[in-house]
Nanobody, 116 residues
């Protein structure tokens, strides 16, 4: 059974940093692309960043390029999102995702609030 469990969200001031973690189980983690998405109130869920199975390839939404870094530890079955220089517009629920056997799986989400 696929499980994704996010952690690391919280309240942070503008300009601050957070690191999100997503612990995965139920599939061979090292073989799959993983991604982070976010959904702000009243908005659609959007892709934030994705990372290939080996970690050798990443891509980012334009809005986070240069501020966020996605990386993974295949030995720990965990994908991370390092978020620096946070802005109020980064406030959202952040989810990790895998597309596995023709099905989308999502974690429960972790709230990130950027506010002074």
């Amino acid at each position: 059974q696929v499980q994704l469990v996010e952690s690391g969200g919280g309240l942070v001031q503008p300009g601050g940093s957070l690191r999100l973690s997503c612990a995965a189980s139920g599939f061979t983690f090292s073989m799959y692309t993983m991604s982070w998405h976010r959904q702000a109130p009243g908005k659609e869920r959007e892709l934030v960043a994705a990372i290939a199975s080996t970690g050798g390839s990443t891509n980012y939404a334009d809005s986070v390029k240069g501020r966020f870094t996605i990386f993974r530890d295949n030995a720990k079955n965990t994908v991370y999102l390092q978020m620096n220089s946070l802005k109020p517009e980064d406030t959202a629920v952040y989810y990790c995702r895998i597309y596995y056997k023709w099905t989308d799986y999502w974690g429960q989400g972790t709230q990130v609030t950027v506010s002074s």
